[in-house]
């Protein structure tokens, strides 16, 4: 990482262009992003409620229904002036292409028929052919209204104050605002102050809808300015405000281009999810600023007059080291539980899942690439700047308080959270499920007033369809079905909630009573499917062709009924569609199908899939949390701690909403599933800060205390930051989804931080969970044991002459050569031991040979377990004068594949050996210095130091320095330590169990020996068995031929 | 026991005949190895066995279907060496929808007697040849087919070894290599459905006999290298009608002889490791007339590769294709046979005459290698489409690997990879090995 680190500070200006350029290319991706605005084109199409949608859209026309109403003030509709309007209107609607003529109704429609009994048989008219001027003619409209009582509460009310126009629209180009912009257009000239016209009807409020999800195009600089102002309060300097915004920003772009690059569409349900981005990024941004001011604050109090650059630089490079591998976790975390929703069905989600997903990992790459490429072009922070982020403030005397409570007062915490959290999650037993799609606005904005007025004055503005498949032509002829769905549509008419229901039936009934004079006891079904045949032909006579479009189609196989509700409330829509499938199974016939489906019953089915699938994907998000954190902690305990906050923040969230009356729905729902893909990084950056905390102090409380001060700061930061952002939402005066959002994802994020800071940390102290404090024993023991010396595979030996004192440069040469057989082979166990103390084991054998005339060995290793590198082989053949060769075979591979040798640095097969600690380091390469001499582990030993002679030699094998405590006998490094580039302390090595190998020449082979890496905690032990040497290895074995034979 | 669902009879009886004869020496073996220390008969077999569980987004089929549940288990044997000879067998059986499908592949990749006699190494049995130095794109690589169908996170899992004699003669750091593959794999592609078009894949018959090919080898010195000739039926297929009628037309596969002669080269040049392949292929269609056949085609690879910090392995690529007498299809004026041309182009990846792309594939291991991450990157530019397979494997500890990863196809439709994009997939994957 810091390799990484110093690479991408030293060339930060290409960094910084090459971000430019990527940030080019995603933006070009925008123009692919495909917004979808047709709610229900999000959803699978196999749901009953849609798939009945379909079919009664396709045959009858129905889609999205506009009611258009009008109330004179003074008298009743029939007055020229009331039906010129009406008339007028209807005319405009129909004129447009958008309107599905032949389902428009009203008083002057032509679908709007008369049907009277003659001498003839029977008289379909208009209902209102022109306009009648005459009081006789007005009389004798209203007189035909109130003789077809189809259309009673349906084109007039029965007060008569109010006649309505209903109409249908096809989808259009330019949305549901579209389509509330044609029937406003065709309502405006009419608006006068004789007359009220009210308009209402599903697309105006999805339009309403679309325009309302516009405002984040204001909102969302707010939330900018907003968290750039807490984090300003936080730190007090520039940099704080600007550069977290710049990666929140630039996070949110990249997501963007990247959901472009996909060719996943956009939808207005994820027109908040950018606040989302940018409230994790920024989040992020700031756990890795406050430890930059740390780092910083350190090296300026060590060195006040130092160089202030290079300083800022160091403290960048410090910072991310620290930072950037819990932040790879917890973005990692996040991005696998944002990136697991792809498996949906739905549109929304998935594209929620990617959109969010991609967002969080762009920050992770511009945290590790773009931001400390610019931080350490910036201007380092001046002493007022640092003096004033080190100054106490209320952030830290908050932090503190937490800090007490949980370390001090656990029994308390557990009582006062776990109380907290139980009563505020009992308001859970309260939680409505109940979507509606007009109760996503306030109750007193000009559309709701408009709705409730048409819903209290007519039949109702929410259609409510019911199919009825015969199977068969002529099924809809049948007495029988006729009966069952006459008795249909009473059932449905029992409930307050409908209005008005209309069907086939109705005018069958009208019929048959205008074909016996009019007489009231005939206003009923005909008994005989002959005779519902000929009252049809004989309708057919003087109606026309599509008078019956929008209720029976062309081969009276299918029709349909038609409930108008006042309300869209998927509660009474759920019950009125249960109620019409247990009708139907007692009184309808069985080879005919009934089912419920389309208008209103669209939203419920986006609002059942939706809550199911947005519940299922919390369940997701928490498994991933739970299944990431156990693997990167390597523990379950782990696993389960991180999910306290995010499981109170979802039990509170549900909660509050159960106690604040605030339904659970598509947004509501989308707040928890945000709140613990936000929460799960306060867990993993407090636990990350704690446990590298107790590593390097050894007094537990200030350890502690300190993190808290730390990652418990940033934590609350970051939450008031992120509640601030989405606070914002509640600005959006009239929206109920923006107001819900913006107040719960404030209390999640307040329950989220809280718990982390108390609950959180209180089971940690009281379970004092392995992966927080085992590191911490496993630490002290290796301190104790303190096991160094510089050790190679390779290395050593050869005997002192007695009496003659050795330069540096001899003993590092007979050093050098000490193991150095002319062929060995052994079996080998390696032990990869991480700093947590679990372990791996790879078992070997391998062989060696030097070639002749050289001290260039030949080594061959071959992997034997576990099973999954069996098979697995490594030749290396050293040259003193040149780039070494390696080759690897790799089983699934089947071919053998040439390294890049001359990286001596590079890690050997994993372990914490380099390929230069297995090779050996070259004694010409280094300059020696004999520091002194002394006894370990008694027995005499010299103690050197070497550094590199040429500057390339550092680079290549990694290392600034490295001393060795060299065995006087055996010439065995039996302690050795390795320094980095920048000087510090990177592995300790140490060689054990030295046994004589070859007695002629003075060989020594440790069989055991070590390499801990100080830096990551990480170590390898090698065990060597059967070791054998000079037995006669022959020069084959070290070629391609072996590498590719089993 | 040894069966294979997706191919032909023929190879069903080579494996027998492997089977028996594996099982023979394997008996042998472990009889030969009890004379030793005593130890379990299983474990004198060597056995390596693998359990996968994995989740795919999407298969190879173009269903519209969302979500399978693929598992299989892995095999391999690796018996002690008996009368100087060695034996290997390496199988899987495997199932892409674990509870929707009962469809299986239950496949013996490998399954071969190896034995060296002076200066000369056999290997007789089913096997899998793999040539070429160039990173994951081998102009040279013709010997073995793959089942792309197969839901797999390690793409060479999907080769299948097919029966063959190969013999190298090692003088030094040369080798000479000769093979003679009698076996005929069928390849399995992932084909967009396309209505009214049925597909069949036909049997190259006794042209599969004719597979051979020779090859001079060096490894070590100051660079490894080879040159190299095969000949035998292409993985690549040319299409054929097969029949029409009202319900459609039937579009045969046919894999036809090609000739290719290739070359390999990979050196180190301080810490840059370059390599280079290619080949030339002639093909059926050496006129180039046939619109329904691929055209004799050069294929070449250059790329280096460089390690950073440590552990962060950067390889590219260029790569660049020349296809000789190229005609642009497009202007064929049966509109059918321009269709089918034009799908015939997209499966050969021969849609100009010069095409240029580039591979790139950063990895980093982290952790001591505890946890690797790998994206491998193929794009070709003009009919620009290409393929991103990133991947993480996390070693939960010695036995349990988690891989998560994913297949994205993406490009213009008409390109070699874009037509692919609906097969394009997330997967992850558990894998308990011992």
Known sequence: MKKYLS???????????????????????????????DPDSALPQTHPYIATGRIIENVFGNKFTVIVGVSPKEGTVYQPSVLNKVSRITDRILKDPASIKSNVMSLSARKAKDITGNDDGMTVRPMMEKVPTTPEDLLRLQQAVEKNPAYTNLLVSKDLKTTQIVAEFKKIDGGFQAIAAIVKEAVKPELDASVDIQVSGLPIFLGLLEKYSQRMGFLFPIALLIIGLIHYEAFRTLQALILPLVTALLAVAWSMGILGLLKEPFDVFNSSTPILILAIAAGHAVQILKRYYEEYGILFRASPNGDKGEMSRLAVLKSLEKVGPVMVVACTVASLGFFSLMIFEIKSIRTFGIFTGAGVLSALVLELTFIPALRAMLRPPNEKEVHREQSRSIWDRITEGFYRLASQRQKQVYIFTGLLILVLSLGGFFLKVENSQKGYFYGKIAERLDDDAMNSKMAGTNPFYVLIDGKTEDALKRPDVLRAMEGLQLELEKSPWVGKTISLVDFLKKMNQSLNSDRKEFFKLPTDQNLVAQYLLLY?????????????????????????????SSTVLTTLANQVKEYTKDHFPADVDVKAGGGSLGGVALNEIMIREKVLNILQILGAVFVVTSLVFRSLTAGMLILVPLLAAVA??????????????????????MAVGIG??????????????????????????????????????????????????MLSWGFMIHLWMGFLIAVAMLVSSVTTLTLFPALIFSLRPKFIFEERKTQTMKNLKSVPALLILVFLAGSAQAGAPLTAVEIAKKSFSASKVADSKSDSTFRLINASGQERVRKTTGSTKLIPGTTDNQRLVIFESPADVKGTKTLLIEHSKGDDDIWIYLPAMKKVRRLVSSNKKDSFVGTDFSYGDVIGHRVEDWNHKLLKEEKVDGRDCYVTESTPARPEVGENSGYSKRTGCIDKESFIALRGEAFDLNGALLKKFAARKIQKVDDKNQKWQPMEIESENVQTGHRTVIEFQNYKANTGVSSDLFTARTLEKQ | MISLRHVRLKSSN?????????????????????????????????????????????????????GYLASSAWLTLRPKEVLSSKLFFDGYLAKNDTIGSPKYFAEAREAYLERSMGSLDLRIGRQVIVWGRGDKVNPTDQW???????????????????????????????????????EWRMPNYPIPPISGISLSYVDPGKAAYRQFGLKLDQTGGDFDGSLSFFNGPSRTPNLSVLSAGPTGVNVGLNFETVQVYGGDIAFNLGSYGFRAEAAYTASADSAGTDPLKFNPEFYGVLGADRTLFENLNLNFQFLYKHVFKFQNVREIADPNTQSMAVQQNLISNQLRNNQLGISFRPSYKFFNETLEVEAAYVQWFYNPGGLLRPKATYAVNDHLKAIAGGEVYFGQRDSFFGRLQDVSSVFTELRYSF
């Open chain 1, 7 to 37: 690479w991408i500070v030293k060339h930060r200006k290409s960094v910084i262009f090459g971000t430019f350029i990527v940030t080019l290319g995603l933006l070009a991706q925008l123009r692919s992003l495909h917004v979808i605005i």
């Open chain 1, 540 to 568: 057919s006579n003087s109606g026309e062709p599509g008078d019956f479009d929008s209720y029976v189609d062309y081969t009276y196989q299918r029709g349909v009924v038609t409930a108008f509700l006042k309300t869209d």
């Open chain 1, 680 to 729: 799960a990084d306060y867990g993993i950056y407090m636990s990350y800060r704690m446990r590298e905390e107790l590593r390097t102090h050894s007094d537990e409380k200030e350890a502690l205390a300190r993190a808290f001060g730390s990652a418990g700061k940033a934590t609350l930061f970051v939450s008031t930051a992120v509640a601030g952002g989405f606070g914002v939402l």
């Open chain 2, 14 to 66: 080579w494996l027998i005949v492997g089977a028996i004869a594996f099982a023979a020496l394997a008996a042998l073996s472990v009889q030969a190895s009890e004379e030793g220390a005593p130890s379990p008969i299983l474990e004198k077999l060597g056995p390596s066995i693998s359990l996968r569980g994995a989740f795919w987004d999407r298969d190879k089929s173009y269903s519209s279907r969302r």
């Open chain 2, 144 to 182: 073995s087919s793959k089942n792309f169908t197969l839901l797999t996170t390690d793409d060479e899992d999907s080769r299948l070894g097919a029966g063959a004699l190969n013999l190298a003669l090692n003088l030094d750091r040369y080798r000479l290599i000769a093979i003679w593959q009698p």
């Open chain 1, 652 to 673: 509170v969230n549900f909660g509050v909403m159960g106690l604040f009356g605030i339904p659970l729905q598509i947004a509501t729902a989308l707040v928890s599933a």
